[in-house]
């Protein structure tokens, strides 16, 4: 995405499967020493595209009783895809959508608003709540009506705001950010 507050346009190397799942029992263990409840949010990049994901979430829901939310942009969420994430116990899914068609395309991909809109019908067929996010800046913060009624049709039960991030990819838009004031404007619409 062009606002990306990560700065690697190529793919990482996940590390070894073996390692994510002991991680996930060591966070696991840090919850319960402490009491306290917990939940493992999965995001990226693009964690459709990583190929632990699935098991990841599977152990991390019936070993550890840990719920999981993904964080996507929603363009890879197949029909088969979704039923596989309701499978393994994922219950939430945050799908970003920036404003209609012309605006989320232009900060996200060419086609990237309707394969995420599809993104979502699936993931609601598969009986997974969806959160709409969509991250503000002084491009779409008059937007926001628009991108509510997007999101309030799109078959989403959550809608979600966030700021722009002017940091890796998104480095060079810092004139696109919202003052504070305009931020807390944008809260009160």
């Known amino acids: 995405c062009r606002h990306c ?16 799942l002991s991680l996930l029992d060591r966070i696991s263990d840090f919850i319960n020493r402490r009491g306290v409840p917990g939940r493992i949010q999965f995001c ?19 070993t550890h009783h840990l719920p999981c939310r993904i964080l996507s ?3 890879l969420a197949t029909a088969e895809l979704a039923q596989r994430l309701a499978d393994v116990g994922v219950s939430i899914v945050q799908v970003s959508l920036d404003g209609d068609r012309a605006q989320h395309d232009a900060w996200r991909g060419e ?10 019908r699936h993931l609601s067929t ?13 491009d779409n913060v008059d937007d926001i009506t628009e991108i509510t009624k997007i999101a309030a049709h ?11 991030v002017s940091q890796g990819t998104g ?6 950010l919202l ?9 009160v619409r």
Request: charge should be negative; charged fraction near 30%; glycine fraction near 6%.
């Open 111 to 120: 086609g990237s608003f309707d394969r995420a809109l599809e993104g979502i």
């Open 126 to 138: 598969a009986e997974i709540e969806v959160t709409v996010a969509a991250t503000l800046s002084r």
């Open 73 to 75: 942009n929603g363009t």
């Open 44 to 62: 990226g990049g693009e964690p459709l595209l990583s190929e632990v994901l699935l098991p990841l979430v599977k152990k991390a829901q019936r």
């Open 5 to 20: 507050y990560r700065d690697c346009y190529q793919p990482l190397k996940e590390p070894p499967i073996e390692a994510l």
């Open 171 to 176: 480095a060079d838009l810092r004139e696109r």
């Open 154 to 164: 799109s078959g989403a039960q959550r809608l979600a705001f966030a700021r722009l």
């Open 179 to 187: 003052s504070a004031e305009e931020w807390l404007d944008a809260q």
